[in-house]
């Protein structure tokens, strides 16, 4: 990715968000979604995740070994209360590989962190719950920060 944004200079922790978000895709899938999403940008000097992640599932939703898993059930999400207010509703999944599940809610308290410590404002893992869900929830932060 580096090579597409000759600008950015990525954290080690940016980095491993990088790595967990793009894992479960082929290489060939995330290589067109990067090469896509670098060229639609005009003036950005790094990756978007949210548009980066909308390519890579028109790409390939996931590994030929990942089918059959069930739909991620762990999520973190920004609540606000940090200095970017747009961000309130933006969520994503906790990803981890198919035999490290006994890791997920530390990858999950990892990955909140990171986004407190980072971005500001209050992030918030939740459980047990589906993607259709957590867009409903983005949809009314959405509301309520619109009006």
């Not at 933006?90 to 999950?108: D, I, R, T």
């Not at 500001?120 to 920060?145: D, P, Q, V």
């Amino acid at each position: 990715m580096k090579p597409r944004w000759p600008d950015w200079q990525p954290t080690d922790e940016q980095v491993e968000d990088w790595v967990m978000w793009l894992h479960p895709f082929t290489w060939e899938s995330a290589k067109n979604a990067v090469r896509e999403h670098a060229g639609s940008q005009t003036y950005n000097k790094r990756p978007n995740p949210a548009k980066l992640r909308a390519l890579l599932a028109k790409y390939q939703p996931q590994k030929e070994e990942e089918k059959g898993h069930p739909e991620d059930t762990v999520f973190v999400m920004y609540e606000g209360g940090g200095p970017t207010k747009r961000l309130a509703g933006f969520y994503m999944p906790v990803v981890v590989k198919p035999h490290e599940q006994h890791l997920l809610m530390k990858a999950a308290e990892n990955l909140r962190k990171w986004h407190e410590d980072h971005y500001g404002g209050i992030w918030k893992i939740y459980e047990r719950t589906t993607n259709t869900e957590m867009s409903k929830m983005r949809f009314e932060f959405h509301k309520a920060r619109v009006g």
